[in-house]
């Protein structure tokens, strides 16, 4: 079944303490973003990688990170959570060409 | 920033009546896209309009893209209990990676 899955699906943390919420598609899509939902913001792009060794910040990249070392993982890690980023987490993937993205379940963070 | 902004953010209709929610945008774009969002969970796809395109059909739904305006709406007609949702449209530029607005939440009653 073609899927994108997040994990963990809901973590609490403490503020400070290094995360990794991991992605993974198996799709063989080129692109792959993060995004972060907040009540009355929407979706806002945090991250996105066009391929392999390529990604670029989104709209609010501060106090994350990405890696793309291999095309089906794109893992979101936030070296130092703290409250502001509490909030909930999608990962996406499609392939290029402005084509439909899927949407893995989501990650809800709550950093205290 | 966000590209697309949708219109109403909230809507609030009857079983079986029409809902029309639009989007407005700011920059050029390749295509834009609709998707859906229960409560929560993980977008899903619902329809594509490319920038050549006026209007697109898939089952209730109907899309119109208006470039020269830099708008769309999305058209769900005979809405059903289990169209309750919010609903998103996203734009791609030069990236092709979507960028989101806020959303519409939609509440049809049974």
């Not at chain 1, 893992?75 to 993205?101: D, K, M, R």
């Not at chain 2, 899903?44 to 709406?73: A, F, Q, Y």
Request: hydrophobic fraction near 30%.
């Amino acid at each position: 079944e073609a899927q994108v899955t997040q994990n963990p699906r809901y973590l609490i943390t403490v503020t400070g303490k290094k995360l990794t919420v991991t992605c993974s598609q198996n799709m063989n899509h080129e692109y792959m973003s993060w995004y972060r939902q907040d009540p009355g913001l929407g979706l806002r792009q945090i991250y996105y990688s066009m391929n392999v060794e390529v990604t670029d910040k989104g709209d609010v990249p501060e106090g994350y990170k990405v890696s793309r070392k291999e095309k089906r993982n794109f893992p979101l890690i936030l070296e130092s959570p703290s409250p502001n980023q509490t909030s909930l987490y999608f990962c996406a993937s499609s392939f290029p060409g402005g084509t439909e993205a899927f949407f893995g379940q989501g990650t809800r963070l709550t950093v205290v | 920033s966000q590209q697309g902004e949708e219109d109403p953010q909230a809507l609030s209709i009857q079983e079986g009546e029409n809902a029309t929610m639009n989007c407005s945008y700011k920059t050029s774009i390749n295509n834009l896209q609709w998707y859906r969002q229960n409560s929560g969970r993980g977008l899903v796809h619902l329809i594509l309009i490319r920038s050549n395109e006026r209007e697109k059909h898939s089952g209730r739904l109907r899309v119109t893209l208006d470039t020269s305006k830099k708008s769309s709406s999305l058209l769900i007609t005979a809405s059903r209990a289990a169209d309750t949702a919010s609903y998103f449209c996203a734009t791609t530029g030069g990236s092709y990676i979507p960028t989101f607005g806020r959303g519409t939440s939609l509440i049809v009653h049974p």
